[in-house]
Structures are given as structure tokens and as C-alpha cells.
Nanobody, 133 residues
Framework: QVQLVESVGGSVEAGGSLRLSCAAS????????MGWFRQAPGKEREGVAY???????????AYADYVQGRFTISQDNAKNTLYLQMTSLKPEDTAMYYC???????????????????????WGQGTQVTVSS
């Protein structure tokens, strides 16, 4: 049974940092595509970052413009764990954050990784991140 379990999020002041983790089990981690999404109240779920875990030479990554340069997605294949390091946090980063896993690429054949509908796979339960001004 595939499971994705995010770490507890947290509350920080603007400019602060947080690191989220997502522990994966029930499948061969290195053969999946992994991503982070977020959803603020009243808004649609949106892509944050994406990593192709099986990419030769290391995970190939992509970021949404609104987090580029502030967030870093990474992985530890030995621990089957995905991370999201968030720095220079802003109040607009407040949201529920979700990790996602897919066996097939979410960024091919017209699909875009930042569109949650492109992910035919699994989702974590979500973890709350709150940034105060």
C-alpha cells in the first residue's frame, strides 16, 4: 500500500524558514516522480516544486515562479524521503502543503507538472504552513 506522510508543518514569521519532509512507502521510491503542491483557503491547489527522482545524474527539478529562488526540493533515496526547504517565507505562502507521487511523468504529452490533474498517482494528507507578517 502506497503511503505518503508529510511532516508536521508549522507557523513562522515572514522571512523565516521551514523544512517539510514526505516519507514514502509501499513502492520503489526512485522510480517515481515527486512533487510538492499547496492549497490556500478558497484557492485551487497549485504546484510548488517537482523532481524527477530517476533522472540520471541526480533529480531534475522545476519550480513555480512564486517560489523560485526561495524554496528547494530535494530527496534522500536511501530514506525514501522527499524534502522541501522553504526560506524567505512570505504571508502568501500560507497554505496546506501536499506531496505527490506518480509513476508516469506529469510533464509530458501536454501535461504540466504544476497542474495537479497531471498527477496520476498518490497524495499525502497535507500539512499546514502559516506565515505571519
Amino acid at each position: 500500500q502506497v503511503q505518503l506522510v508529510e511532516s508536521v508543518g508549522g507557523s513562522v514569521e515572514a522571512g523565516g524558514s521551514l523544512r517539510l519532509s514526505c516519507a514514502a512507502s509501499g513502492y520503489t521510491y526512485s522510480s517515481y516522480y515527486m512533487g510538492w503542491f499547496r492549497q490556500a483557503p478558497g484557492k485551487e491547489r497549485e504546484g510548488v516544486a517537482y523532481i524527477d527522482t530517476a533522472y540520471i545524474g541526480g533529480g531534475r527539478t522545476a519550480y513555480a515562479d512564486y517560489v523560485q529562488g526561495r524554496f528547494t526540493i530535494s530527496q534522500d533515496n536511501a530514506k525514501n524521503t522527499l524534502y522541501l526547504q522553504m526560506t524567505s517565507l512570505k504571508p502568501e505562502d500560507t497554505a496546506m502543503y501536499y506531496c505527490a507521487a506518480a509513476r508516469s511523468s506529469p510533464h509530458t504529452g501536454g501535461r504540466k507538472w504544476y497542474d495537479p490533474r497531471s498527477w496520476y498517482g498518490y497524495w499525502g494528507q497535507g500539512t499546514q504552513v502559516t506565515v505571519s507578517s
